[in-house]
Structures are given as structure tokens and as C-alpha cells.
């Protein structure tokens, strides 16, 4: 397990890498891995010959109001955890490599329709910050694959959108959402929390539990059950930003199938995010055998 910060000798390993036929799986990360980054590294270990986990705390998704400066970073204990999971290499790039030009880099922007929703809405440079960090790390490491987790939803949708737009010859792999024992999906962000904070916390998933359950049963007034739920977590004590189902392949309104409960809350300080899917998705399209010479870009399926 390597750990490398200079693009200049990443770009020497992979190009080696790729001359030898080697397939390589990137899993992005902003680093302060919890178990949830270590189920994509796993999935990544099964799928490629070579991984590479990036850990960047990527200051273009952040506003000046938000939390880059405290944002969790401990490089240290992240390369004990991912020892375990063996992957070939740990890229730690500084912002300066990044973005050479800083403020005056190019940017990417995803379609408005879906970077300014639901998150957008209180984070409006969010995605547009995600798509340009995403794009530059996958223009340096090549990879076949590239892992995110199925817990930041929107993101998921939006970089395989983005994908396919910009004609990346990459299939994007989905990891279901890890949650601890309460069912609070594992976030960097929960250190800001208490332990009883974090049990708190996890009335955000219950209460959307409940409203999946409802729907199951036949309730389908989602305008009602989403203000019901609204109203619960306020008089809880969290601050809800949205609560809304929402077609989880596309983000469309349009809720004939693929319904999903998408949810963000603030308790405090820290903002939580989550989503439940309501309809099972179709199975996530990751190829038996995967051959690098022809990419396998109609395995997307949005
Ligand atoms: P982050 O470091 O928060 O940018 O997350 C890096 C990747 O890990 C993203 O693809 C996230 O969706 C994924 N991830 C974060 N938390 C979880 C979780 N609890 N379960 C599964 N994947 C997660």
C-alpha cells in the first residue's frame, strides 16, 4: 500500500498499470474513513486488479459559511484502517496539485435539474464543487470503475449523469448505505456528535422508516406523510431542511416506480443526510468479466 501526493507519480503507476491490462477501481473519499468508505474499498478489492482510495478534502464543494476548516482529517488513522483492505494505493494530493489555478479553475457544472434540488437547494455550489473534483480525479487515475456510496443519493445520480454526459469511459458502482446500530447512516460528519447526540440522531432514519411503512401499507398521500414527518422532527429538535420523495434514479417527481425518501436535518451544528429507497432498484450492474478493451458504458442505466 502505497500512499502517493504527487500527480506527476501517479501518472507514471498508472500508465504502467494500464500498458500491463490492469483494471483499476477509484474510490473518492474526503478522508476520516469510517466503516461506510471501507465497504467501498472492499467492493473495489473484489472488482479490479488495482485500487486506488483518493483522500481529498475538496474545498470548491464547501461555501465560505460551511465546515472545510473544521472538517475531520486524520490521514494516520485512515491508512490503519485501510491496511486491512489492502489497497494499492492511497493518493493524498494538496489543493495546489488539484487546482493549480485555484478560484480560476474551470468548473464543471451538472444539469441544474438535478444539482439544485434537495441538497442544492441550501447548498447551491455543492454539486458543482463534487463534478469538478470528481472529473479531475478521474482524468488522473483512469479508472474502470469508480465507487459511491448509495447514503449521499443525489451525488450518486449526479456523477453517473455526469459520466455519461461527458462520455467518461467509467461505470460508476453503487455501495449500499452503512449505519451503525441505531440505524444512523456513518458519516465523517457524526464526530461533530455526541454519543447521545448520535443516538438522537437516528430518529431521522426511524421517523423515515415509518413513512416508508406507511407508503408500503397503501398511504399514498406523500404530501401528507412528508409534512407529517417534517413536523415530528421539528418538534424533536432538528431543523429539517427537506423531506420529500423522489425518483431515486432519476430525482424526478415522478413516482410510478423507483420511490425513494430523501431527508436532510440539522441537529445542532451538524447536518445530516439520508435517503431510504421505498421500491427495490434494479440490481447494480456490475459486469461478471470485464473486458478493459471494451468499455462497458450501455451497463449504465440511467
Ligand atoms: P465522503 O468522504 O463523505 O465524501 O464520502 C466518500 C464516499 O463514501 C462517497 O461515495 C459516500 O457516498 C460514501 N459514503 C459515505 N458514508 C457512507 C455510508 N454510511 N455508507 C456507504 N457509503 C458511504
Redesign the pocket.
Known sequence: MQIISQISDLNRLIKKWRLSGQTIGL??????L?D??L??VEMARKDSDKVVVSIFVNPTQFAPTEDFDQYPRDIDSDRVKLEKYSPDLIFTPTTQAIYPKGAASTRVCPSESLSQILCGKSRPHFFDGVAQVCSILFNIVQPDFA??????RQ??VIIRRMVRDLHFPIIIIN?????DVHGL????RNSYLSEEQRIFASELFKTMSRVKSQILAGNQDYAYLCNRAIEHLTNMGFVVDYFELRNSIDLSEDLQANRCIFAAANLEATRLIDNLLVDAEPATPIPVSYNIDSQATELLFF
Open positions: 474510490v473518492p473519499t474526503m478522508g476520516s469510517h461506510g468508505h465497504r467501498l465507487y459511491f456510496g448509495e447514503k449521499d451525488q450518486l455501495v449500499p448505505t452503512e449505519r447512516a456513518l458519516s465523517s
